[in-house]
T-cell receptor, first 111, second 120 residues
Framework: TQLLEQSPQFLSIQEGENLTVYCNSS?????LQWYRQEPGEGPVLLVTVVTGGEVKKLKRLTFQFGDARKDSSLHITAAQPGDTGLYLC???????????FGTGTRLKVLA | DVKVTQSSRYLVKRTGEKVFLECVQD?????MFWYRQDPGLGLRLIYFSYDVKMKEKGDIPEGYSVSREKKERFSLILESASTNQTSMYLC???????????????????FGEGSRLTVL
């Protein structure tokens, strides 16, 4: 069974701090996605990475896919209260149609 | 904008009752999925469908069944609800997998707002 472990599980920081969330697996994925979920809503896609070593930036968010395509990280610079939410990584393996989701990281940014 | 609509935001049912959760998408997506979300466990796939009348078991199909009679609608059925099925249920849809420059490419999942089910 493929598993995606995220760390940390919970994170509470002050506005303006930097943080990194990790998503690790022993399995290789064809691509990996990051979603953010706010209370009372479904997850919304932030980014998809498909190439080992790929780095994508979305304003203050930087996403990296590991060289071996087994892990990924999300780095937020100068966090803001609007970044508060549940962050989920999701790995995809070709031919399976299945997205395997990580355990989630709940982030709270205090003003 | 893609819209995935789940029929009920909140349901309270009794043990043994039959429960229907409905999901409708308006973007002509081929793929549809049902996940359940529990704290600390992330999202776990119950069933998915890649075409009308087609269904595949996910990681936790026990106690659930699904129906996809029309492309836009995917229903999750709990034949006899149990307390351990109390959870948040999320429906999602996506385009069929397409090929990009890097080979197979994963389409974006569009989620509904979720249905929170409590089984007493």
């Amino acid at each position: 069974t493929q598993l995606l472990e995220q760390s940390p599980q919970f994170l509470s920081i002050q506005e303006g701090e930097n943080l990194t969330v990790y998503c690790n697996s022993s399995s290789v994925f064809s691509s990996l996605q990051w979603y953010r979920q706010e209370p009372g809503e479904g997850p919304v896609l932030l980014v998809t990475v498909v190439t080992g070593g790929e780095v994508k930036k979305l304003k203050r968010l930087t996403f990296q896919f590991g060289d071996a395509r087994k892990d990924s990280s999300l780095h937020i610079t100068a966090a803001q209260p609007g970044d508060t939410g549940l962050y989920l990584c999701a790995g995809y393996t070709s031919g399976t149609y299945k997205y395997i989701f990580g355990t989630g990281t709940r982030l709270k940014v205090l003003a | 904008d893609v819209k995935v609509t789940q029929s009920s935001r909140y349901l309270v049912k009794r043990t043994g009752e039959k429960v229907f959760l409905e999901c409708v998408q308006d973007m002509d997506h081929e793929n549809m999925f049902w996940y359940r979300q529990d704290p600390g466990l992330g999202l776990r796939l119950i069933y998915f469908s890649y075409d009308v009348k087609m269904k595949e078991k996910g990681d936790i199909p026990e106690g659930y069944s699904v129906s996809r009679e029309k492309k836009e609608r995917f229903s999750l059925i709990l034949e006899s609800a149990s307390t351990n099925q109390t959870s948040m249920y999320l429906c999602a849809s996506s385009l069929q997998i397409i090929f990009g420059l890097a080979g197979r490419y994963t389409g974006e999942l569009f989620f509904g707002e979720g249905s929170r089910l409590t089984v007493l």
